[in-house]
Structures are given as C-alpha cells and as structure tokens.
C-alpha cells in the first residue's frame, strides 16, 4: 500500500462571531461612524490605502476574551504555538491595539503582513454582492477576477507564490477569520457600491508580566 506525504501548510480559520461581540463592534462602529472628528485616527499605524481607519476601544474587553479563547481552537486545529519554541514557559495571549476600517469603494490594501503570533479580521458591514463585482469586467477565468476580494499568498514547497482569495460580501458580515501574523494578504478595490465595508482588525502576542 503507498503512503502519502504531505507537506503542510497553516491555514485560516473562519467562523461567526457570537451576537453580543458583534452587537459591541456594530455599536461602537456606528458611535465612530457618526463621530469621525473625534475618533482616534489610526491611518498612521497602518498600510491601508483607506482614507478612515480608527483606534477601536469601548468594545476591546469582549472581543479580546473571544478572540483569545478562538486562538486556542486555532491551535488545536494547526499545532500552531509549538512553533514558538523559543519561549521557556507557555505565557498567555493578550490582544494588541484593535481598528476599525471604514472602506470606500476604490480604495485598497496592498500587500501586508501584521505583527503578533496571530491575526484576525472581521467583516461587520459589506455592501455589495460579488456577482455584481465581478460583472463589471470582462475576465475569462473567476480565478482572475479578483474584484473585492480579501486575499492570502504563501509559498508552496516549490517556491511558489500560491494566492489563496476569500470571497468577501455580504454573506461574510459577522464573520471572523484568524490568521498567523506573518502571512501575507491584501485587500482589492470594490466598485459596485457608495457605503462602506467596515472591518475590524487585530492582532495577537504573548503577555509577558
């Protein structure tokens, strides 16, 4: 009997996000929405070719403690902390500074990773439709129309770049996808709608007292 061998690969993991976390973010978001003058910019710390991104606060304690006991699942499904043997004791997590995104049709995110041991956006509000995106251009393969979608790249055991899309509208409100830091993803332009697609982004690190 042959034997398989497999060369592996971290993935995503991606789930709803419970009701009381999303009615927190779907708060504070509309409370920023309506107050961007005397929200706390956060365009500086980031790559994001988005004209409003903000500090996230008042809904960080609840996100925090699910996104925290999520990483767990994480590494029960990857092994993902073994990785991370340069530690001399298992420490906690803890949840660095959270944003939120506010996104114009057009705008974008380029090519980026994060810091942090894991990662993880969330999508509360998307307003458009992918079929409607992808109409909007004349491309031969779904695999080449890459209009409105989140996306990873990683290397393949052969070295190459391997794109890995994520096909982001409205059925993806109140969806969370956690990620390792360091790999590498973007974000592309929509076009088919004036409102927003908000999201909420973080990252994860290990507390040390």
Not at 52 to 63: A, F, P, T
């Amino acid at each position: 009997m042959d034997d398989k061998i497999y060369f592996g690969n971290f993935g995503g993991l991606k789930t709803s996000i419970p009701a009381d976390v999303a009615q927190a973010l779907l708060d504070e978001s509309d409370y920023i929405q309506n107050n961007f003058d005397k929200s706390i910019s956060w365009n500086s710390k980031l790559v994001g070719h988005i004209q409003r991104e903000y500090l996230l606060q008042e809904s960080k304690n609840i996100l925090e403690e699910y996104v925290i006991n999520l990483s767990n699942t994480y590494d029960e499904y990857f092994g993902y902390f073994k990785n991370f043997n340069i530690l001399t004791k298992k420490l906690p997590m803890t949840v660095g500074e959270t944003w939120i995104n506010f996104q114009k049709k057009h705008e974008f995110n380029p090519v980026h990773n994060h810091t942090g041991i894991l990662s993880f956006v969330i999508w509360l509000k998307i307003p458009y439709n992918l079929e409607d995106e992808r109409r909007l251009f004349d491309i031969k393969t779904a695999e080449a129309n890459k209009t409105s979608l989140f996306e990873f790249l990683y290397v393949s055991p052969l070295g190459k770049i391997i794109p890995h899309p994520v096909p982001v509208d409205k059925s993806y409100e109140n969806t969370i996808v956690l990620f390792p830091s360091e790999m590498m993803h973007c974000v592309y332009p929509f076009y088919t709608s004036d409102e927003y697609r908000i999201s909420v982004s973080g990252n994860l690190y290990f507390k040390v007292d």
